[in-house]
């Protein structure tokens, strides 16, 4: 049992993701992934580990992951929904694959979204941004701190 209550495979659930790699830009992703458990998502991670040859680590929960990574280092980790960690330690042997999250995440095992891989396949029009904002925005309102409720004013 992976601890996650039973209802997970039915819940959105989010993996993020961070890395640095030998720049200053580092980043955090966090991306969508419904249908699967913890462990399955895991699973895919470490496939592309073992593509890649690339070292993983798992971190128990409550451990600090940054006391894995030797200071000045690169690395790459990605944290599930029940606070799992995988980190990925970046040797000079090995070229870390710099869209290794989004190729995990993107995979046919998982949101089979290959064109997704590449965030310069990402690009909309500038007429179908503007309706995603609009429609985000719409589903947005009910979560809105400061949606202003009209339901207490008074009618003339």
């Given amino acids: 049992s992976s601890g996650i209550n ?3 495979p039915l819940r959105p659930g989010t993996v993020f993701f961070e890395r640095s790699l030998s720049t200053s830009h580092m980043q955090i992703q966090a991306v ?3 249908r699967y458990s913890v462990n399955d998502i895991k699973d895919v991670f470490y496939t592309f580990a073992d593509k890649y040859n690339l070292e993983v ?5 409550g451990e600090d992951w940054k006391e ?6 690169d690395y790459f ?3 599930f929904e029940n606070q799992d960690k995988l980190v990925f330690l970046c040797s000079q042997k090995v070229r870390f694959p710099l869209q290794f999250g989004r190729e995990v995440l993107a995979s046919e095992e998982l949101l089979n979204m290959p064109r997704r891989v590449s965030w310069k396949e990402c690009k ?3 007429e179908q ?3 995603d904002v609009k429609q985000y925005r719409k589903s947005f309102t009910e979560f809105d701190p400061f949606k202003v409720d009209d339901s207490d004013s008074d009618s003339d």
């Fill in 77 to 79: 980790i990605a944290e």
């Fill in 57 to 61: 680590q798992e971190i128990p929960v």
């Fill in 129 to 131: 941004e503007e309706h």
């Fill in 6 to 8: 039973a209802e997970w």
């Fill in 124 to 126: 909309i029009s500038k």
């Fill in 32 to 34: 969508p992934v419904a």
């Fill in 68 to 73: 894995m990574v030797p200071p000045g280092s």
